[in-house]
DNA sequence: CGGTATCCGAACCGATACTG
DNA sequence: CAGTATCGGTTCGGATACCG
């Protein structure tokens, strides 16, 4: 499994988020990522647990060890990509 | 456009690690991604530069400053993943 | 060389309904 | 509450052929 394969998915950013945020269960997490179907997120949360990003315990879902230094490396692109979407959006006002 | 939509699609990453060592035109591309067919790397091509991640002068691609930035932040996840594939791997042979 | 047009099979998203 | 089963509709990847 490709790691920005996975991460591309769609919810998968959302849900490591949410996650870094507190452990949550199954209809908490489909709550708070706008009531995404059930399908969908137990196929990422499954993805998820064989990448060894998430784990699952009696109570509910939570990031492992490695889920968390992935959250770390990931946080840089908060700001980037608000200054990038800033960039791509003045390119497409200008006319491209 | 989802930065890390991009980020997981075919060739993408393939695409931006190529042009960080050099720019190269298409074949040269083509050739340096195991002779991903034309349509695909076209599109991936566009996309990119929609993104304002490459550019695309008389003599072939490069890398745009952002797209250099990008890169910048993305050499950290190398090592790491190494890491995690390792531990994934185990996690496998352990019989899960 | 640098792409575009067409087409197909596979994968993916998601709604809905259902089970334990 | 937690998750599985089924089934469309859409998108994606890629092979091939072709044009300037």
Excluded at 9 to 22: A, K
Excluded at 42 to 58: M, P, Q, S, Y
């Amino acid at each position: 499994m490709a790691l920005f394969d996975l991460l591309g998915r769609s919810w998968t950013l959302g849900i490591i988020w949410q996650l870094s945020q507190g452990n949550l269960t199954f209809r908490q997490l489909q709550e708070q990522c706008e009531s995404v179907s059930p399908t969908v997120l137990n196929k990422r949360l499954k993805e998820l647990k064989e990448c060894a990003l998430v784990d699952h315990d009696g109570k509910g879902y939570l990031l492992t060890d490695l889920g968390q230094e992935l959250f770390a490396l990931l946080s840089p692109f908060g700001a980037w990509s608000q200054k990038w979407s800033r960039t791509v959006t003045e390119k497409i006002e200008d006319g491209k």
